[in-house]
């Protein structure tokens, strides 16, 4: 899936041979499919995404509009690896960086360690600190 899985066709067309379950029959089956056949289906999944994108873009605070414009966005996560991704991002949201983190995989795990670490850190100094992880609450 990591060699098919493309949201919109970049580089060459190839053909894969797929292996799994004819559900009609129960019976296991081969199929050969290329990467253009599946980039249509891959894609209808992401414009929603996208949209949803778009929408929080368009309710975005002008304070924040500056620092979208200066960095862009950044996507992490094992989706933010298919291919084809930056490219149909930008198709749709233009003017935008869009940047995909070194390690999308383990770039949220590590935020979020540090981010306890700097919670626990304020926490040690009695309150001397506003945390702004929990000024919101």
């Known amino acids: 899936k990591k060699e098919i ?3 919109k066709m970049v580089g060459e067309d190839k053909t894969f041979v797929m292996k799994g379950i004819e559900l009609t029959r129960g019976l296991p089956k081969a199929i050969e499919v290329s990467k253009s056949e599946l980039v249509p289906i ?3 999944t992401m414009l929603e995404i996208i949209r949803g994108i778009v929408d929080v873009l368009e309710n975005t605070p002008p304070e924040l509009n500056g620092d ?3 960095n862009g966005i950044v996507f992490t996560g094992g989706l933010s690896k298919i291919g084809g991704l930056k490219e149909l991002v930008g198709d749709y949201i233009r003017n935008l960086k869009i940047t995909i983190a070194d390690e999308p995989d383990t770039c949220v795990i590590k935020g979020i360690t540090q981010a ?8 040690n100094k009695k ?3 506003i945390n702004p992880l929990l000024a919101a609450y």
């Open 116 to 123: 306890i670490q700097y919670i626990k850190k304020v926490e």
């Open 68 to 70: 979208l414009l200066n």
């Open 127 to 129: 309150g001397h600190e």
């Open 42 to 44: 891959y894609q209808n």
């Open 5 to 7: 899985g493309f949201v």
